[in-house]
């Protein structure tokens, strides 16, 4: 049986990209966030994931006005990043896993989430940046990715509790696949951040932190918070932390944090970072 074994919520900010391609990432100003993922790095060296059900947002690379998929499940056999404006990254493509996609959008539709079926797209930094974060500058990305989209650009955005549903039903989905699969689910994007706007540059430190305590233990709390208090808290681009509760719901009813780090600015946005373990 497929099992998901760990949760991982990162940043995707695409100055770390930047950072990792150009051998930055032990300077003055990127050394201490890449210190805060050199736990999870070496962590990731031993749990040896065969797949990871990674959760981000699209910045209009794969869609844009003509089609704003809610949800959306990669179930092709692999995706090239993106190019966003200065071409693509120079990052290994990545592999997916269409059979156990496939039985995941199954079994998704069948518990009522009307997920989007993508064959074929180009993935953003809101995928390719955590995985540098979390796995450095391999030759081959060492997992399987299945990329799991959400809108959180043009509202109307899905809310929190509707992210840790699917959760749920992505663990389901999961439990459900017949092939011993050691599985982690990410959630990307956040923490505080406003791209734009007379708010540009916000940032809320204490919310920030409030929210990755919430993540622990039952987390019951976090399902309920409302989009308008994402936006007033943690500015526009906030609300793609969102994306964390579908992660924090396919690990149960209880978690136990095994690693965690915060650090205030990278460009625009606040870092955060957690390592998560279902602790039923
Ligand atoms: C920045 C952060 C993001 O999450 C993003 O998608 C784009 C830019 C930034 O802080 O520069
Ligand atoms: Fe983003």
Redesign the pocket.
């Given at each position: 049986m497929a099992k998901i074994t760990a949760g991982v919520g990162s940043?995707?900010?695409?100055?770390l990209g930047v950072a990792v391609d150009q051998g930055k990432t032990q300077d003055d100003y990127f050394g201490p966030i890449f210190a805060g993922y050199e736990w999870t790095r070496e962590w990731e060296k031993t749990e040896k994931p065969d797949v990871i059900v990674l959760v981000y947002n699209d910045?209009a690379s794969a869609f844009d006005m003509k089609i704003v998929p809610t949800f959306a499940i990669g179930t092709g056999a692999h995706y090239k990043p993106a190019d966003e404006g200065w071409g693509p990254r120079q990052v290994p493509d990545v592999e997916g896993h269409p059979d156990l996609a496939w039985h995941i959008a199954q079994s998704l539709i069948l518990d009522d989430f009307d997920m989007t079926i993508i064959n074929e797209m180009d993935v953003d930094?809101?995928l390719t940046v955590p995985l540098s974060m979390m796995f450095g500058t391999p030759d081959k990305w060492p997992a399987k990715i299945i990329p799991l989209a959400v809108n959180v650009v043009t509202y109307p955005v899905p809310s929190g509790n509707r992210c840790w549903a699917l959760g749920e039903a992505i663990k389901r989905a999961v439990e459900s696949f017949p092939e011993d699969l050691n599985v982690q689910i990410w959630g990307t994007?956040g923490m505080s951040?406003q791209?734009q706007g007379p708010r540009a540059g916000l940032l809320n430190r204490e919310w920030d932190n409030k929210f990755l305590d919430l993540l622990v233990g039952d987390s019951q709390e976090a399902r309920a918070i409302p989009h308008i208090e994402y936006l007033r808290e943690t500015g526009s681009?906030g609300i793609?932390m969102v994306m964390w509760l579908i992660m924090r719901g396919a690990l149960g009813k209880t978690t136990k944090c095994l690693h965690r780090h915060y650090h205030i600015p990278?460009?625009?946005?606040a870092i955060g970072h957690i390592v998560l373990e279902p602790a039923d």
């Open positions: 940043s995707h900010v695409p100055l910045h930094h809101g994007g951040h791209l681009e793609e990278c460009s625009n946005t």
